[in-house]
């Protein structure tokens, strides 16, 4: 354990509702049963949490959801940015349908860190997202890359536009943007059930298109990383990485607070929640959750996390979806929501 007096990256989610109805969608968007939304955070709860991880010195807190700026009093939420004093509040967007002088909104609120997603050229945009907002999008994303000092899109790779993945950087390159993800596709929510998760040798091929991206773009021109759980450990080897990637080397390094307040340390399966933020301070949560952690160690070790990873993505154990996400246990099989 790592013994960390803060999470290095808290992943908050403001709510469970979104304008897009993605084929991926890591919250099940659409389905979300009526007893679960309405039990979300209020904002007043949700600014909370955002001082008390700032208070614990957390460096990163990323506002997701669904699309967090369709939240009713998300822009109230805004007002909290101004009093955190020492983390870095990421804001992570669709970028798909509100207008630029709302994202002025945003910057001004003080917020400097935006992410995008973006998963594939128009066509490929428009089969991932179901709608053709592809030039929308990339638009938005020019405008605000050019006003935060830190803009990244976020891409998923799932089967339905892993041929598309390098057009879209070509894309993104011409249009001035410098930062890219590759995020693989997790297997909750929707990204499972349509059978989107690429295979472990399917993984290892794109990790050598994009060593081979890097011979050929230095990364002072043009930064692109792949962010894939349980790959080969000389992928990771010796080189700097974007705080998002902390839960992949660091398994007790990062927290995810759902939109309902459950807290689940961000060791990529779990869904045995380590406590509420409506009971309870996240600074406690978080000092009992080394304990939890080393629980589900002892249960599940890293190797057998990887099995599990590569054989659900090869569709060979479906039986172990319950090692999914809190929020697929809760839709699907009746999990208490708090």
């Known amino acids: 354990m790592s013994g960390y007096s803060a999470p290095v990256r808290a992943s908050v989610d403001v709510t469970y509702a979104c304008d897009?109805?993605?084929?991926?969608?890591?919250?099940?968007?659409?389905?979300?049963?009526?007893h679960i939304r309405r039990r979300m955070l209020s904002i007043d709860q949700l600014k909370e949490v955002i001082r008390e991880?700032?208070?614990?010195?957390?460096?990163?807190?990323?506002?997701?959801?669904?699309?967090?700026?369709?939240?009713?009093?998300?822009?109230?939420?805004?007002?909290?940015?101004?009093?955190?004093e020492f983390s870095t509040i990421t804001l992570i967007t669709n970028a798909a349908n509100i207008a630029l002088d709302k994202y002025d909104k945003i910057i001004d609120s003080g917020i400097n860190s935006i992410r995008v997603s973006i998963d594939g050229t128009r066509q490929t945009?428009?089969?991932?997202?179901?709608?053709?907002?592809?030039?929308?999008?990339?638009?938005?994303?020019?405008?605000?890359?050019?006003?935060?000092?830190?803009?990244?899109?976020?891409?998923?790779?799932?089967?339905?536009?892993?041929?598309?993945?390098?057009?879209?950087?070509?894309a993104l390159r011409r249009a001035g943007i410098k930062r890219q993800d590759y995020i693989l596709v997790r297997a909750h929510g929707r990204g499972g059930r349509n059978n989107l998760l690429l295979s472990e040798k399917e993984v290892m091929d794109l990790q050598e298109a994009v060593d081979d991206f890097h011979?050929?773009?230095?990364?002072?021109?043009?930064?692109?990383?792949?962010?894939?759980?349980?790959?080969?450990?000389?992928?990771?080897?010796?080189?700097?990485?974007?705080?998002?990637?902390?839960?992949?080397?660091v398994p007790d390094s990062s927290v995810a607070v759902s939109a309902t307040g459950d807290v689940t340390m961000s060791r990529l399966t779990s869904s045995k929640p380590l406590g509420n933020v409506k009971d309870r301070p996240i600074a406690e949560i978080w000092e009992d959750a080394q304990s939890q952690l080393s629980e589900e160690v002892a249960e599940f070790s890293e190797e057998?996390?990887?099995?599990?990873?590569?054989?659900?993505?090869d569709g060979e154990d479906g039986a172990n979806y319950q090692h999914t996400a809190l929020l697929d246990r809760q839709?699907?099989?009746?999990?208490?929501?708090?």
Not at 20 to 34: K, M, Y
Not at 54 to 82: C, H
């Open 215 to 249: 011979r050929k773009v230095p990364r002072t021109e043009f930064d692109l990383r792949l962010n894939a759980p349980y790959l080969s450990p000389v992928q990771i080897a010796g080189e700097p990485h974007d705080v998002v990637m902390f839960p992949y080397l």
């Open 20 to 34: 897009l109805r993605c084929i991926h969608c890591r919250t099940n968007t659409g389905e979300i049963p009526v």
């Open 53 to 84: 991880l700032d208070a614990m010195k957390a460096f990163e807190i990323t506002l997701t959801g669904g699309e967090p700026t369709i939240r009713k009093g998300f822009w109230n939420l805004l007002d909290v940015v101004g009093e955190v």
């Open 125 to 170: 945009f428009e089969d991932v997202r179901l709608v053709d907002r592809y030039d929308q999008v990339l638009k938005n994303s020019m405008y605000l890359n050019e006003r935060v000092s830190s803009f990244k899109v976020l891409t998923t790779v799932m089967k339905t536009n892993v041929h598309n993945l390098f057009e879209l950087t070509d």
């Open 304 to 313: 057998e996390l990887r099995r599990i990873y590569w054989n659900f993505a």
């Open 331 to 338: 839709i699907f099989e009746g999990f208490e929501v708090r």
